[in-house]
C-alpha cells in the first residue's frame, strides 16, 4: 500500500515539475523574441559559419601575408594531401576554405589562379 502511495507522489510530482519546466521554457522564449535576443543569435550563428576571415585562413594554411601565391598553393596541396590519407574530412574542408578566401585576396592583387 505505501508502495503505490510512492508511486503515485512520484508520478504526479515529475508531472507538476514537467509542466513548470515547460512553462519556464515558453516564458524564456518569449522574453527572448521581445527583446530580439533570438534572431540576433540566429543571425550571429549564421554569420559565423559561413564566413571565413583572411587571417583565419593563413592560420589554417600557416602563411603569413607576404608568403606569394605559389607558397599558398605549396602549402594548400601538402595540407591537403595529409589529410586526405589521414582521413580528417573536417580539416580537409577547412584547408580548402581556406585556399578560396585567399584565391580571392591574391586576385584583387593581381597574382593568378591556379
Same mark, same amino acid.
Given at each position: 500500500?505505501?508502495?503505490? #502511495?510512492?508511486?503515485?507522489? #512520484? /508520478?504526479?510530482?515529475?508531472? !507538476?515539475?514537467? +509542466? ?5 521554457? =515558453? @516564458? ?13 543569435? #540566429?543571425?550571429? !550563428? +549564421? +554569420? /559565423? ?8 585562413? =593563413?592560420? #589554417?594554411?600557416? !602563411?603569413? %601575408? ?5 607558397? /599558398? ?6 595540407? $591537403?594531401? =595529409?589529410?586526405? @590519407?589521414?582521413?580528417? $574530412? ?6 580548402? =576554405?581556406?585556399? %578560396?578566401?585567399? %584565391?580571392? /585576396? ?9
Amino acid at each position: 500500500m505505501a508502495a503505490k #502511495i510512492l508511486a503515485n507522489l #512520484i /508520478v504526479m510530482g515529475s508531472g !507538476i515539475l514537467g +509542466r513548470a519546466v515547460l512553462q519556464a521554457y =515558453r @516564458k524564456a522564449l518569449e522574453n527572448a523574441n521581445k527583446t530580439g535576443v533570438a534572431n540576433e543569435t #540566429i543571425q550571429n !550563428i +549564421r +554569420r /559565423v559559419s559561413k564566413v571565413m576571415t583572411e587571417q583565419e585562413a =593563413r592560420q #589554417i594554411l600557416g !602563411i603569413s %601575408e607576404q608568403s606569394t601565391w605559389k607558397e /599558398v598553393l605549396q602549402k594548400y596541396d601538402a595540407l $591537403f594531401e =595529409r589529410n586526405a @590519407k589521414q582521413g580528417s $574530412f573536417y580539416l580537409q574542408s577547412k584547408v580548402h =576554405r581556406a585556399k %578560396e578566401c585567399l %584565391e580571392a /585576396v591574391y586576385q584583387g592583387k593581381g597574382e593568378g589562379k591556379g
